[in-house]
């Protein structure tokens, strides 16, 4: 997917208009390949005019200090993983942040967005499998990486009769304040060739 930075465009208290258009200055509409081409201070390589926008657009605001990525790592010890949060700090000087995370069942996630989405008081608790949280890192300008490693042995394995799924909440906070917050969906499980030179197969969980 790409991304674009627009936040000198978009201010807090005006009203913009986002428009996401998708070119073919070449106007190829052909299964034989075309030629380069300049396009203005552009290099337009062979290509085919079949494309567009085929996904969803999505409108993102965060704090200067952001979660710009979650990646959930899984183990061989298999209600073990490992939780890479990659932090981007755009403000230009070290800053000092706490960093915490919250797993919970993706199907207790699930009923309390619904809840929230019905509106009025929701009295829905959603139990966490596993917390920690790491206190004043130094964030430095531009890309930070901050690691977890998640401890679960009750949690529920994923496989392909019981696809158990489960959130990786990760949030940045300034004290007690919570500045951002990002998810990730995973599943606990591990896959692993077994019998290689006899009977070799590959296996899941073991």
């Not at 199907?107 to 206190?135: A, Y």
Request: hydrophobic letters at 35%; one cysteine or more; proline letters at 5%.
């Amino acid at each position: 997917p790409f991304e674009v930075d627009i936040s000198d465009a978009a201010r807090p208290g005006e009203e913009i208009e986002l428009a996401v258009r998708v070119t073919d200055a070449g106007g190829n509409f052909d299964w034989r390949d075309s030629s380069p081409f300049q396009w203005g201070q552009y290099t337009i390589p062979m290509s085919h005019g079949f494309g567009g926008v085929t996904g969803r657009v999505r409108l993102i605001s965060c704090d200067p200090v952001y979660v710009d990525d979650i990646y959930v790592q899984n183990t061989p010890a298999i209600t073990d993983a490992n939780v890479i949060a990659t932090i981007r700090n755009t403000t230009g000087k070290s800053v000092s942040r706490n960093a915490r995370v919250l797993v919970m069942a993706k199907s207790d996630v699930d009923e309390l967005n619904r809840l929230l989405h019905q509106g009025g008081e929701v009295d829905f608790i959603t139990p966490i499998t596993f917390q920690s949280e790491q206190k004043d890192l130094q964030l430095e300008p531009g890309t930070n990486t901050v690691s977890f490693r998640i401890t679960a042995p009750n949690a529920k394995l994923w496989d392909l009769d019981h696809p158990n799924l489960y959130v990786a909440d990760v949030g940045v906070e300034d004290g007690t304040n919570g500045m951002d917050r990002a998810q990730q969906v995973f599943g606990f499980r591990w896959f692993a060739p077994d019998g290689i030179g006899t009977n070799a197969m590959f296996r899941l969980n073991g």
